[in-house]
């Protein structure tokens, strides 16, 4: 299929990588800022976009992810996907939108795809304050984070302590339209009525006993930019009416003020609770609940996502000890690999300082692991038991420990050895940490 030159030179306006594609994603067209982002030789050498962008030999689609320019081939819309891209600088998270090009008979000819690389994430060790990670779990969050961004819609982040709800605010506050203004958090667990609208909302110099000046509220501090509320399932029922009456309203005054301010903020809220059963309880208000519930985000808890462990690993390692070049030994990521984590990242964060100030060396041996971890463990009994019968369960758990324990080498070489995949190896090692807790 043959392209006019002002259709290539057309490409060229984009500043994003971006190409035109077939209906049977063979690349047509390529700009300047596709071949420099994906490398000249790519185009060289494959012809089709998947080929490309994920190395794949079939479309996204067949390989099991969302495919965008099958969507809108499908509703001849234009459609928005969040992938992980190869790129001659390794893995990268890239926002992808496609828009169908017809011709006067409504059919589609052609289709323009335009990549944004991900300002929020990363797959790279180097980048310390963004998200890290590249499981299915991190970029469907992902995902979610760059549609609701751009919007002033209230979002509602839910996840387990540790999980880096607040990095997730500020992701979404950094790339909304109030991002020059200021990401305000308020940590709502123990705010008293009488500290709760003297830090929300400011008071008059004399409004109360030791209010020696006026002081300015979190709301103002917030104008122009996100107001975040932690932890909201902690504020006390009768400070909740008013909390909803702000966000209803906007409208507010400060304490010992009869003077009405009008706020300007978008709000982001964040849980680890379940808010849904404590409406059912009578312990948060259902109107409040549907007021901050209008886009929620799940982020999943670290036993969820064991395929980013290493990358967060070593993203740990490089804010802990920037000026050390620290690894982990491949027995003791094992152990982590089998690990709960029912603090999350913060607990990863910890057990690794931990480690690093126990290591003489540049690399984290399992010794240095605390002891939940599972390395101090009976060595008698992490050895196969020959002696009597026992049921072939029991047995498989123990020559599994002791092969986690022994073997030198990463989880894929051990999955080869024992004659599995490595997904049955990660399942079978979550079920043995299961068990050991």
């Known amino acids: 299929m043959t392209i006019s030159a002002e259709i290539k030179n057309l490409l060229q306006y984009f500043p994003e990588p971006a190409i035109l594609v077939s209906k049977d994603y063979h690349i047509l067209a390529a700009n300047t800022a596709y071949q420099c982002y994906y490398g000249k030789e790519e185009l060289v050498k494959h012809h089709y976009c998947y080929e490309i962008s994920h190395h794949y030999k079939h479309p996204c689609d067949q390989e099991g992810e969302s495919c965008p320019l099958k969507a809108s081939l499908k509703t001849k819309q234009p459609q928005q996907a969040l992938h992980l891209h190869y790129t001659p600088y390794g893995k990268a998270h890239v926002n992808i939108e496609t828009l169908p090009i017809s011709n006067n008979k409504g059919e589609i ?25 590249r499981s299915k779990s991190f970029n469907y969050m992902l995902e979610q984070i760059y549609r609701v961004a751009p919007s002033e819609t209230s979002v509602l982040l839910l996840g387990e302590s540790g999980t880096g709800k607040e ?75 008013k909390l909803l009456r702000l966000l209803e309203t906007g409208i507010y005054r ?7 301010k009008k706020s300007d903020f978008r709000v982001i809220c964040a849980t680890h609770r379940n808010l849904k059963q404590m409406v059912v309880q009578g312990k948060f208000r259902k109107d409040l609940y549907y007021r901050i519930n209008t886009f929620p985000i799940s982020l999943p808890p670290l036993r969820e996502r064991r395929d980013d462990l290493p990358l967060l690993i070593d993203n740990q390692l490089q804010r802990i000890a920037p000026e050390r070049k620290l690894s982990v030994h491949p027995k003791a990521l094992r152990l982590l ?9 913060r607990e990863l964060r ?15 041996l399992p010794e240095y692991l605390p002891e939940e971890c599972g390395y101090l463990m009976d060595k008698t009994d992490e050895k196969p038991q020959p002696q009597g019968v026992k049921p072939l369960r029991e047995v498989e758990r123990q020559y599994l420990r002791w092969a986690v324990q022994y073997f030198n080498g990463d989880n894929k070489s051990l999955a080869q050895k024992l004659g599995v995949s490595e997904r049955t190896l990660y399942r079978k090692l979550h079920l043995l940490s299961t068990k050991s807790s």
């Open 109 to 133: 000819i052609y289709l323009l795809e335009i990549m944004r690389c991900s300002k929020v994430a990363n797959t790279q060790e180097t980048q310390q304050h963004r998200l890290v990670g």
């Open 167 to 241: 990095l997730v605010a500020q992701a979404i506050h950094s790339n909304s339209k109030r991002a020059k203004g200021l990401l305000i958090p308020v940590e709502c667990s123990g705010l008293s009525e009488s500290l709760f609208e003297s830090e929300i909302f400011g008071h008059e110099k004399g409004a109360f006993t030791g209010a020696h000046s006026r002081k300015q509220g979190l709301i103002e501090a917030a104008r122009g930019g996100t107001l975040f509320l932690d932890e909201i399932g902690d504020i006390p029922l009768n400070l909740q009416v």
């Open 254 to 260: 400060r304490v010992g003020s009869i003077e009405p």
């Open 337 to 345: 690999q089998m690990y709960e984590f029912s603090g999350n990242v």
């Open 350 to 364: 910890n057990i690794l300082e931990r480690a690093s100030l126990l290591a003489d060396g540049d690399v984290i």
